[in-house]
């Protein structure tokens, strides 16, 4: 059981939800990673920081099991260090982690498209297609709508490529990994939309090419591009954390 001793101070503490987390349990869960996830990764907390369970389960409105079982599985994810007697404490995250965290995803992620083609209806994958056109023909300035799209497609993308794998394994460890993926994402996107970089255009193309090598049952083309498209995204994903 996680008890931490230390509590942050006010200006430490993390800032409040809007509102209460209200959905089952499983989804509970979820939500409390998925904002500790972005607390992290935009700067909110600090590494050292501990993480306080009582503190989080009013914060979030929710029961301390749903708190404990985030905690625990950021302490899975590489965020946090479950210390024993001393509770969960924020881990320092650097580029370096980023990039490895990249390496790993890529791995998963080559295999699982190498093993979905041929097994994706063929609709689906025309569907996300016409998505990606109008980002890769939108305007060069990254805008709120653009952005949110792009999320969108790209998660859809990602978990039809999991789910049509047919290893249940690699499919469970890529849902697993996928909340710290895409919270790392979520961030270069805000600094993205700042900067008002053409990312948007730049990944639209290359889900594309992912999508057309899928279409046509190219295994190699289409883990080459999804290989592409990982590594692209690591200047980006490492924007705003330290080198060491």
């Given at each position: 059981m996680i008890r931490p001793t230390t509590r942050p101070t006010a200006a430490e503490a993390p800032q409040p939800a809007n509102g209460t987390v209200r959905p089952g349990h499983g989804r509970r869960r979820e939500t409390v990673l998925e904002s500790l996830l972005a607390d992290v990764f935009h700067g909110r907390v600090r590494a050292g920081q501990h993480l306080v369970t009582q503190e989080l389960a009013v914060r979030f409105g929710v029961s301390h099991t749903p708190v404990r079982e985030a905690l625990i599985a950021l302490g899975g994810l590489g965020i946090l260090d479950l210390v024993p007697n001393r509770g969960a404490i924020v881990r320092r995250l650097t580029r370096?982690?980023?990039?490895?965290?990249?390496?790993?995803?890529?791995?998963?992620?080559?295999?699982?498209?190498?093993?979905?083609?041929?097994q994706i209806d063929p609709a689906e994958l025309d569907d996300i297609a016409r998505t990606l056109r109008k980002l890769e023909s939108a305007s060069r300035r990254v805008g709120a709508r653009s952005v949110a799209a792009a999320r969108e497609v790209d998660s859809r993308l990602h978990d039809l490529i999991a789910r049509s794998c047919g290893n249940r394994f690699l499919a469970s460890e890529l849902n697993r990994l996928k909340l710290l993926f895409r919270a790392i994402r979520d961030v270069s996107w805000d600094q993205v939309s700042r900067s008002s970089a053409p990312r948007v255009q730049e990944e639209a193309r290359e889900h594309l090419a992912i999508v057309e090598a899928l279409r046509q049952e190219r295994r190699a083309d289409a883990a080459r591009a999804m290989a592409r498209h990982i590594r692209s995204g690591v200047k980006y994903w490492s924007r705003g954390l330290p080198d060491r």
């Open positions: 370096q982690d980023v990039r490895e965290i990249c390496q790993v995803r890529k791995a998963l992620e080559c295999e699982a498209t190498r093993s979905a083609c041929g």
